[in-house]
T-cell receptor
C-alpha cells in the first residue's frame, strides 16, 4: 500500500497568493482528515470528511480556508489569500473507521 | 479546551534506559492512542488502549490508563537511538472519529 500521499512536500509562496494542498488517501478509507501543525498550537484538526462529505469543519480558521473532496481518492485544502500566519505543516490522514488514522508526510508551507 | 497535556515536554536519556511519558486529558473518552512522529515525517500510530483497559503492551511499549485521574503513560523500555522522535497522545472526542492531540513529548536517545 502506498500510504497517504500529499503534494507538494514543500511550498513557498508570497502573501496574498492562492495555495492548494493535495491529498490522496489510502484506497478503501472513507474518512479523510486535514490537520495543521505549528510550534505554538500543536496539531489541530481543521476538517474531516466521511464518504466525501464534510462532517466537521469547526477547526477551519476562517473563510480564507476551504476544503473539498470531489471523489474518494482525492482531496484539496485551499488557502486564498494566504497570509504569513498560515505558515505551518499541513497533514492529511485517512482511516476506514476501524483502524487508526494513517498520516501522510505533510506539506511544509511557508508564506513570505 | 479538551486537548490533553503531555509531560515532560522534552526528555533526553541514554540508550538502553527506559523512557516514560505522561498524558493528561480533560473529557471522558472511549479510547486513547499514542503516536510517534519522526522529524519531517507524519505521525505513526503506536498503540491504542480502550477506556475499559488499564494496561497494554506492544513489544517494548507499555501503556497504562487511569480514567479516574484522566491520565495515561507510555513506557519505552530498553531505548534505542531509533526511538528518538516526538510522541503524542490522542483522545477521541465525543466518541467520534475526531482525535484531539496533546502537545507531545520530544524524546532524544543519546548513544
Amino acid at each position: 500500500d502506498a500510504g497517504v500521499i500529499q503534494s507538494p512536500r514543500h511550498e513557498v509562496t508570497e502573501m496574498g497568493q492562492e495555495v492548494t494542498l493535495r491529498c490522496k488517501p489510502i484506497s478503501g478509507h472513507d474518512y479523510l482528515f486535514w490537520y495543521r501543525q505549528t510550534m505554538m498550537r500543536g496539531l489541530e484538526l481543521l476538517i474531516y470528511f466521511n464518504n466525501n462529505v464534510p462532517i466537521d469543519d469547526s477547526g477551519m480558521p476562517e473563510d480564507r480556508f476551504s476544503a473539498k473532496m470531489p471523489n474518494a481518492s482525492f482531496s484539496t485544502l485551499k488557502i486564498q489569500p494566504s497570509e504569513p500566519r498560515d505558515s505551518a505543516v499541513y497533514f492529511c490522514a485517512s482511516t476506514d473507521g476501524y483502524q487508526p488514522q494513517h498520516f501522510g508526510d505533510g506539506t511544509r508551507l511557508s508564506i513570505l | 479546551s479538551q486537548q490533553g497535556e503531555e509531560d515532560p515536554q522534552a526528555l533526553s536519556i541514554q540508550e538502553g534506559e527506559n523512557a516514560t511519558m505522561n498524558c493528561s486529558y480533560k473529557t471522558s473518552i472511549n479510547n486513547l492512542q499514542w503516536y510517534r512522529q519522526n522529524s519531517g515525517r507524519g505521525l505513526v500510530h503506536l498503540i491504542l488502549i480502550r477506556s475499559n483497559e488499564r494496561e497494554k503492551h506492544s513489544g517494548r511499549l507499555r501503556v497504562t490508563l487511569d480514567t479516574s485521574k484522566k491520565s495515561s503513560s507510555l513506557l519505552i523500555t530498553a531505548s534505542r537511538a531509533a526511538d528518538t522522535a516526538s510522541y503524542f497522545c490522542a483522545t477521541d472526542f465525543q466518541g467520534a472519529q475526531k482525535l484531539v492531540f496533546g502537545q507531545g513529548t520530544r524524546l532524544t536517545i543519546n548513544p
